[in-house]
């Protein structure tokens, strides 16, 4: 640790603070943010914000862990199989209902806190927080859609919470051998997606959280969801079962989807379509009342492509079948956009994809590495089920490989971002444009050199002609040339999708670097993790660049560290045995 830095990796993986940094939180149900400077930010999954609570404010040193923070006699401690969490030493000032389910919802006006002996109970009309004063002076904190809900949180004792977080923390440990850098990026990295897990008020499943930030309406992305879920074919296979079978419900019967699944309880839910359908932006984006924005280009073939990887790592191919219709219809679907008879779709001129800043249009190479990806799905596995289409999608598939160099190689080497030839094209290199290589688009040997290129350019340690130094690994470099296609955050140079550092992307970049065995890969898999922790931002942080403000915390799709090391983990501990891994 410098003198600058605000955090240090420790030895056991944990993370420390001189001063006080916030701590984002996700379990099940509860969500938040502790700030020691004396105030908690409470939120239900489903539900919306339910409480803030005031405190005397906490002095350093702090020790973070997932859904955990100790600070010498005080602590938070977050239980897993209820919304409830202890509070260890603190002093209570207040307890204040939220006035609002989320920034959109209703204003309301607060109910008065009732006290009940040793309980403080606020109200809102879409759930409760009881806060209950214990002997000894702790304090558990328990939520829930209903009082039910909430009272079944209080049975658990101080022990049982402290004991449901430590057995959580000790299972984001994957990868104990590493250094404090390494090990703790993975206890983070796990924790992002395993707490992305969430549940409704009687246990069922109820999606992967894109992240704490991804709340409200409550919803679960097809393709946030798909990197999130990658360390849970390892961990919890069953969960992605669950994923599918929920995202099949939001795809139409042509195979177009939205970004996302919305999954309100019923009081977010009365909120969140009363204001659809009064405002006339958002009613255009998001046409159904279970879309949230409608008629993205890539969720579809993200669909395929996470049957694709369960079958792979489970064996089970019942996914498959029970969605066979829906996955047809995607095929079909996509064809259709396979306008110039190459194998390779065209994207309309929008903003629908990953990079929803941007009107990427023509060959994109990210969305064609998917539709390569899902092809493959089909024709390996839906023989059985109807072996003309995947038949089909053989075919198709060559012809897309084969016409790839031509249609979109540049000739520094790389694949161009988007556009057609004749037309307009964006040539500069892109971190999302390794799809191609996670699906197998290209030759080993055109493999290499593209990470080749990436290595120089978009590693910002190699890369002096972008000002900043060494910081991470930038998404995209040289800025987008023409500016018409860019909006928003992304309008700027080095921000958003135009060169920030998505930590998932990197870790796709990671990944790639071991599975064609080229090495390196640990600048990729750490370099986000040690600017995060220059900057006190302690848990999975959703996008960063230097000269901008960064993304929200605890990211589900940051789990894709935890993916890279649970596929590849031979290699990485061999590396970190022989000393060519350390931090």
Request: glycine share 8%; aromatic share 10%; charged share 25%.
């Amino acid at each position: 640790m410098t003198e600058t830095d605000i955090a240090f990796a420790r030895p056991d993986g944990l993370v420390e603070t001189r001063h006080s940094v916030q701590m984002a939180f996700m379990a099940p149900r509860l969500q938040g943010d502790f700030m020691p400077e004396g105030q908690l930010k409470l939120s239900l999954w489903g539900c919306g914000q339910m409480a803030n609570i005031f405190f005397d404010a906490w002095d350093g040193p702090f020790i973070h862990a997932p859904n955990r923070i100790v600070a010498g006699s005080r602590s938070v401690h977050v239980a897993q199989t209820a919304p409830t969490l202890l509070l260890r030493g603190a002093r209570l000032k207040a307890v204040r209902p939220a006035r609002r389910c989320a920034w959109w919802g209703t204003l309301t006006a607060p109910e008065k806190v009732r006290h009940e002996g040793a309980r403080r109970i606020a109200t809102t009309p879409w759930g409760f927080t009881i806060v209950e004063t214990r002997t000894g002076g702790d304090i558990v904190i328990a939520v829930g859609a209903s009082r039910a809900e909430a009272e079944r949180g209080l049975l658990l004792s101080a022990d049982e919470i402290i004991a449901e977080c430590s057995s959580h923390v000790a299972r984001c440990d994957i990868l104990p051998s590493a250094g404090p850098l390494m090990r703790s990026m993975a206890i983070q990295s796990t924790h992002a997606s395993l707490s992305s897990i969430r549940r409704a008020e009687d246990g069922r499943f109820l999606g992967l959280a894109a992240g704490q930030a991804y709340s409200a309406p409550t919803r679960t992305y097809y393709r946030d969801g798909y990197w999130t879920l990658q360390p849970l074919l390892f961990l919890e296979p069953q969960v992605v079962r669950d994923q599918i079978d929920l995202l099949a419900t939001g795809i139409q019967i042509d195979g177009e989807a939205p970004s996302a699944v919305i999954l309100t309880g019923p009081k977010q839910g009365e909120e969140w379509e009363r204001f659809r359908v009064n405002s006339a932006e958002y009613k255009m984006e998001h046409l159904r009342s279970t879309d949230w924005w409608s008629d993205h280009f890539d969720s579809p073939l993200f669909f395929v492509l996470t049957i694709g990887d369960y079958i792979r790592v489970t064996g089970d191919t019942a996914a498959l079948s029970d969605h066979w219709k829906t996955v047809a219809a995607i095929f079909r679907r996509y064809q259709g956009f396979d306008h110039f008879g190459t194998g390779l779709v065209v994207k309309p001129r929008h903003d629908r994809d990953w990079a929803d800043n941007v009107y990427r249009h023509g060959y994109v190479a990210y969305d064609i590495g998917l539709w390569i990806g899902a092809l493959d799905v089909i024709a390996a596995h839906g023989g059985a089920l109807d072996a003309d289409l995947s038949d089909e999608a053989r075919a198709l598939a060559q012809k897309a490989r084969a016409n790839l160099d031509e249609a979109m190689l540049t000739p520094d080497g790389w694949y161009q971002d988007y556009g057609l030839k004749g037309e307009f094209v964006e040539d500069h290199l892109t971190l999302d444009s390794l799809t191609l290589l996670r699906f197998d688009a290209v030759s080993a040997d055109r493999a290499q050199t593209v990470l080749e290129n990436v290595a120089r350019l978009l590693e910002t340690r190699n890369n002096d002609r972008q000002p900043y130094g060494d910081w991470g690994v930038m998404c995209a470099w040289p800025p987008f040339k023409r500016t018409a296609d860019t909006r928003a955050k992304s309008a700027f140079a080095y921000r958003y999708h135009n060169g920030a550092d998505w930590p998932y992307l990197s870790a796709l970049y990671a990944e790639q670097r071991l599975k064609y065995g080229v090495g390196g890969a640990d600048y990729p898999l750490t370099r986000w993790w040690k600017t995060s922790l220059e900057k006190g931002w302690i848990g999975s942080v959703e996008y960063f660049s230097p000269p901008f403000a960064r993304g929200s915390l605890l990211q589900g799709w940051t789990g894709m560290h935890a993916a890279a090391i649970l596929e590849h983990r031979a290699i990485i501990e061999a590396a970190i045995d022989a000393g060519r891994l350390a931090d």
